[in-house]
């Protein structure tokens, strides 16, 4: 299963905002520690998801109860943003095939 993350900032339109990458989401749960970037975001959202065991996923995955004062220490504490509006985008891939995009909009201010 991969994954490929964009984070994009709204300038006239949403444009690539630092990050776009595509990873093996299987290893990267086996080692977290691989890429810093990733674990970043992984640990943002893992106590609120069931995306937080090893695989195969061969489940539906949810996100729930997220608080947004979480997110806002994550994003301007831990690694300062700078204000604007976010759109981070998440695509779901196996075998080359697009299973699932997942569009998280944000304002931070």
């Given at each position: 299963m991969e994954i490929n993350m964009v984070l994009s900032k709204r300038l006239n339109g949403y444009k690539p905002f630092l990050y776009n990458m595509t990873f093996n989401a299987c290893k990267f749960?086996?080692?977290?520690?691989?890429?810093?970037v990733?674990?970043?975001?992984?640990?943002?959202?893992m106590?609120?998801?069931?995306?937080?065991?090893s695989c195969p996923y061969?489940?539906?995955l949810v996100?729930?109860?997220l608080p947004v004062d979480f997110i806002?220490?994550?994003f301007t504490q831990i690694l300062p943003f700078p204000e604007g509006q976010y759109l981070l985008e998440v695509r779901w891939?196996?075998?080359g095939s697009l299973l699932a995009v997942i569009k998280l909009y944000g304002l931070l201010s």
């Open positions: 749960i086996a080692n977290p520690k691989s890429s810093p990733v674990k970043f975001f992984y640990e943002s959202f106590s609120y998801s069931s995306v937080n065991h061969n489940h539906d996100l729930e109860k806002n220490h994550r891939l196996r075998s």
